[in-house]
């Protein structure tokens, strides 16, 4: 069984690296999740991150990341995203979420990822809470919120701390993508940017493609 995780955990890991960009859905109906998430595939990404509503019951983004990874498995690698509790974590690994993704570090929730088998991604800032996420055993640390320092600060954390693998995640656009990656980011969470609000509510669905493949060229 212990070998089995580990498998599922590199395979996890390679993807995302391949795939660079987490595309973030944020407070989307399931029916514009699934629309969402077929423009960014059909653009040329295949990470999408599903995040969790902290007023919310956490059953209402687990079926929405159920029905998404049935749906685009072997297309798409689904995670769950803003996991800030353990309800919330065990209702993203119920639901099949591939990868936990936090804007904060909870040594709990870190430990409870790895027990359960699936890949850790919390939230940190300083150095120190960088080194902290990764010694409780995260296989990526989100640095965030990355637009308040920009690509010259991950080239910074990546100094000492060249053998941990870092993703950007805030502030990431088409004009420095390519500077967070030759800054030493190993892959970036990108929302707005790409889940254009304004695109969404007009329905406007193929906007979104265009977005994900512009980005998608930036790979």
């Known amino acids: 069984m212990f070998f089995r995780q580990e498998v599922i955990i590199m395979t996890t890991f390679d993807k995302i690296l391949a795939g660079g960009i987490i595309t973030i859905i944020r407070g989307l109906s399931p029916d514009c999740a699934e629309k969402t998430v077929e423009a960014i595939h059909a653009g040329g990404l295949h990470l999408a991150e599903i995040t969790f509503d902290q007023t919310a019951p956490p059953k209402i983004t687990a079926d929405i990341i159920r029905t998404l990874s049935r749906q685009f498995e072997g297309k798409v690698l689904i995670g769950a995203g803003t996991v800030m509790t353990l309800e919330q974590l065990h209702a993203a690994y119920n639901a099949g979420a591939a990868y936990i993704i936090s804007p904060n570090a909870d040594s709990s929730v870190i430990r409870e990822t790895k027990r359960l088998g699936l890949l850790s991604m919390p939230g940190a800032y300083t150095a120190t809470e960088v080194a902290r996420c990764y010694a409780e055993g995260a296989d990526i640390v989100k640095v965030f919120p990355s637009d308040s320092a920009g690509p010259g600060y991950i080239k910074a954390l ?62």
């Open 158 to 219: 990546r100094g000492p701390l060249h053998h941990i693998p870092l993703a950007a995640v805030g502030g990431v656009n088409l004009d420095n993508i390519r500077d967070f990656f030759d800054a030493g980011a190993c892959c970036v969470g990108i929302g707005s940017n790409i889940v254009s609000k304004q695109a969404v509510q007009a329905g406007d669905f193929d906007r979104i493609r265009l977005l994900a493949s512009a980005y998608a060229a930036k790979l």
